[in-house]
């Protein structure tokens, strides 16, 4: 893991950002895995100000999107296809038809979280996954206790998660309590990773993910396992690590390699 600590939120999203457009300029038609949340969205105004610019293109990108509730259709105003839609889609020059979203709404929910599978693998594997994490370490919807082994499929969200997401629902209306999700195998196939917490209130799960044992109980500490990790973390999230100074120092010996090469 490339633990990368930033001054604030702004700073991590530029850094995260970085490395979408990296892959942008390098392979125009990359596969991308999306996220939804209150984290990704500075990401998100970052990539579309370059886009703007004229630095990258989406014209040729496919996308993937970790998880939606079960029970929301796609206009539906708290669906994570809306989110897309309304902060990043609706924005930069996708094609809407390569953008895709677990559905929320399937007939038949049990056979969505293969098909969806199988559709990530027809278009090449995802290059490029974005991540946030929950309070609890989740990532995805993959609540703790799930198998690192799992795949799209439907999970039960926990009761901290359903609480902390309640800020997007009107107190009358109806939050669902399941969603579809990709799973953590599916999650670690893709061939590069990238995870943002900011906030203090992350700092316990991004502590354990980095430094903790691997474990159920932290699902987002699965990727210990994978080869091609960066995590990025304000200094409010990263408040609970050990190592701060290590890694401190290995980014600043990596930024001055980069700043040489480049
Ligand atoms: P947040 O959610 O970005 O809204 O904090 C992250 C997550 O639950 O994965």
Sequence with gaps: ?????????????????????NLLKTKANAVLGLATGSTPLKTYETLIQKYKEGEISFK????????????????????YRSFMNENLFSKVDIDLTKTFV???????????????????????GIDLQLLGIGAN?????????????SRTRIKTLTEKTVKDNSR???????QPSLAITMGIATIL?????????????KADAVAATIEGPLCAMCPASSLQLHENTKIIIDEAAASKL????????????????LAEFS
């Design 189 to 201: 196939e893709a061939r590069q990773v990238v995870l943002i917490a900011t906030g203090e209130g």
């Design 60 to 79: 040729e990108v496919t996308s993937f999107n970790l998880d939606e509730y079960v029970g929301l259709s796609p206009d539906h105003p708290q669906s």
């Design 242 to 257: 050990k190592l701060t100074e290590y890694y401190n120092y290995t980014l600043d010996k990596q930024d001055k390699i």
């Design 102 to 124: 677990p559905p929320g709404d399937a007939k038949n929910p049990l056979e969505a979280g293969p098909a969806y599978e199988k559709m990530i693998i027809e278009a090449g």
């Design 1 to 21: 893991m490339e633990v990368i600590i930033t001054k604030d939120a702004d700073e991590a999203a530029q850094r995260a950002s970085y490395f979408f457009a």
């Design 168 to 174: 997007f629902f009107a107190p009358d209306e109806f």
């Design 137 to 149: 370490g989740h990532i995805g919807f993959n609540e703790p206790t799930s198998s690192m082994r």
